[in-house]
């Protein structure tokens, strides 16, 4: 968990300015279906953590 928030806020959440609550939601929502289904993870065998379950 520590290195999805710290992905979160270096990739996401420090180089946006929000302008609502809804806006800063929608956008942690659409970067977290971005980190499961499309980000690679190195730790994982350069695929995606969905993959990496699936194939489990």
Do not use: C, W
Not at 14 to 21: E, G, I, K, P
Not at 35 to 47: C, D, E, F, K
């Amino acid at each position: 968990m520590e290195s999805f928030f710290r992905s979160l806020k270096s990739e996401r959440v420090y180089l946006t300015h929000y302008r609502s609550y809804k806006e800063a939601r929608t956008d942690v929502f659409d970067y977290i279906r971005f980190y499961n289904h499309q980000r690679r993870h190195s730790t994982l065998g350069y695929v995606t953590p969905v993959e990496y379950e699936r194939g489990r």
